[in-house]
């Protein structure tokens, strides 16, 4: 159960990076319910995804349709079985929903509102938050205070930036964002609830801006010469273990192309230089 009044988390196994193993989806509103994130492939969790959301039709419950945060496998992997077994909608960005083949699309955009009636009628604002993947939503009941945030953020494991999928820039910023809203929880598409996610929100900057005086400073002192990719890659991420270095590989990517872009950095002949060099 989410510690989240009128929320209900339900986690499936999907293909999603280690050591995740689940993505969570989540039933949003107490007579009107909104399902966030068809997120398995595989056909036995998806028997299970649709017996619990069977069980809150069997309560009397209405079900709205299926919200997706984003176009990634461990996401929406379910999305065509799950929403033509129910007969529901796909609620989604456009980006998003342009990856889909279901009967029937919801298209969102920042500003929307998704209104769930009961007792207690739900306001949910769309929030547009790309930057982790192009077409990334969340949603935020204001009077509540709850965010359902995706993959901005995690209580386990990190959040890759993969470069060509993913934007620095526009990352950092919709965090700062989320962290403006002071939200009282937020619930991620991997791990436990988060209290008080503006911390977090938080640490997730400073520790980005880490790796990056790390990667500036390394480019910095190789001079005129300049510092081959590879050559960076230790330096900025030699805290992760080398079977990771793969990811932070992307990772160190991402935060290139956002220096070079600010023109912090200069990239030429395979080699980095200091933008003043």
Not at 38 to 66: F, H, M, N, S, V
Not at 133 to 155: I, R
Not at 181 to 205: K, N, T
Request: hydrophobic fraction near 45%; glycine fraction near 8%.
């Amino acid at each position: 159960m989410s510690p989240v009044t009128d929320v209900q988390v339900f986690p499936v196994l999907t293909p999603t990076l280690l050591p995740a193993t689940h993505t969570n989806s989540y039933a949003l509103g107490d007579r009107e319910v909104l399902l966030v994130e068809p997120a398995t492939p595989y056909p036995d969790e998806q028997r299970a995804w649709l017996g619990w959301a069977e069980g809150l039709r069997a309560e009397g419950r209405t079900l709205k349709g299926i919200f997706v945060t984003h176009h990634h496998p461990d996401h929406l992997g379910g999305a065509t079985v799950l929403a033509a077994a129910l007969g529901v909608p796909v609620f989604a960005h456009p980006f998003t929903a342009e990856k889909l083949n279901v009967p029937e699309i919801c298209r969102l955009h920042d500003g929307d509102v998704v209104t769930l009636e009961g007792p207690t009628p739900k306001r949910w604002d769309v929030l547009f938050t790309p930057g982790h993947a192009p077409g990334h939503l969340c949603l935020h009941d204001e009077q509540a205070g709850v965010l359902v945030v995706g993959d901005m953020v995690a209580s386990v494991g990190t959040i890759l930036i993969a470069p060509g999928d993913g934007d620095m820039i526009s990352y950092l910023d919709q965090l700062r964002r989320l962290s403006a809203l002071q939200a009282r929880w937020a619930l991620p598409a991997h791990g436990d609830a988060i209290e008080q996610p503006s911390q977090l929100f938080e640490r997730y900057v400073a520790h980005r801006l880490m790796r990056e005086r790390i990667v500036l400073d390394a480019v910095a002192t190789a001079g005129p010469g300049g510092i081959s990719f590879e050559l960076v890659l230790p330096r900025a991420y030699g805290d992760v273990p080398a079977a990771v270095l793969p990811i932070a590989a992307l990772s160190l990517r991402a935060h290139m192309d956002k220096l070079v872009v600010e023109g912090k950095v200069r990239e030429a002949r395979g080699l980095l230089f200091a933008e003043a060099s």
